[in-house]
């Protein structure tokens, strides 16, 4: 995509690359000051994303210390189940109501922690320890603005996310989007997922399900298309 960054999204970039260390307070202050309304981000709505992405994904900026991704959700668009790999934390802006479920690992052991509604208008935090999925199960479609920081001048500040496929029982450390279905480009490597429990696991398949019911078997990597024809 060929289009200038927003004037105020060049603003909070400029801020967030000129300091050593921000903390997510910072972050949060300066997100509200500019006071970021959805048509300042409307050249990077991505509602007609590729079927190979489970929710539109459009990068606004990106460098070393800063990810700043506009995120576009029909109804039943939703990320994996995953992390923000070597973020030091993020921001979430919703311009729409969105599901946000939190989940933590313990004793090796994914669980679920939460399911909350993040509202438009609100501004949810991430941390390097976050795990989460998000997605949009309403009938409006929803936007959201993602802003990523690492103070470890890294490749790529969300890169080796982990993706928790718990129907491959694998997670995948992955670069750009946390999709349902990582493309192969995307994976850096793989390891096996923790234990989870039926509730965790049939939230997730529910999810899964409407995504595949959504595609035809010729758009499936190989990892969907063994568990969907299985
Ligand atoms: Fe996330």
């Known amino acids: 995509m060929n289009v200038q960054i927003p004037v105020k999204i060049q603003k909070l970039v400029q801020y967030l690359e000129s300091e050593n260390e921000i903390s997510e307070k910072d972050l949060l202050n300066s997100i509200k000051c500019l006071d970021i309304t959805i048509s300042d981000v409307g050249d990077y709505l991505s509602f007609n994303h590729s079927i190979n992405e489970s929710y539109g994904r459009s990068v606004i900026y990106e460098s070393s210390k800063v990810e700043v991704v506009v995120m576009s959700w029909n109804r039943g668009d939703y990320t994996s189940i995953h992390d923000h ?5 993020g921001a ?9 479920s939190y989940f933590k690992i313990e004793n090796n052991i994914l669980k679920k922690l939460s399911e909350t509604i993040l509202e438009k208008g609100e501004i949810a935090i991430i ?4 795990i989460h999925q998000m997605g949009n199960p309403y009938n409006k479609p ?27 029982d694998t997670v995948y450390k992955a670069n750009g989007g946390a999709f349902l279905d990582i493309p192969d480009k995307d994976v850096v490597s793989k390891e096996k997922c923790p234990k989870f429990n039926n509730k965790v696991y049939e939230s997730y398949i529910k999810i899964l399900q409407q995504y595949l019911n959504k595609h035809s078997y010729n758009n499936l990597s190989g990892r969907l298309k063994t568990y969907a024809y299985a």
């Open 85 to 89: 790999g070597y973020a030091q934390w």
């Open 92 to 100: 979430v802006y919703a311009f729409g109501n969105l599901q946000n």
């Open 127 to 130: 941390d390097n320890s976050s």
């Open 142 to 168: 929803a936007i959201s603005l993602h802003v990523y920081y690492s103070n470890k001048n890294v490749k790529s500040v969300t890169g080796e996310a982990r993706n928790f496929n718990l129907h491959a």
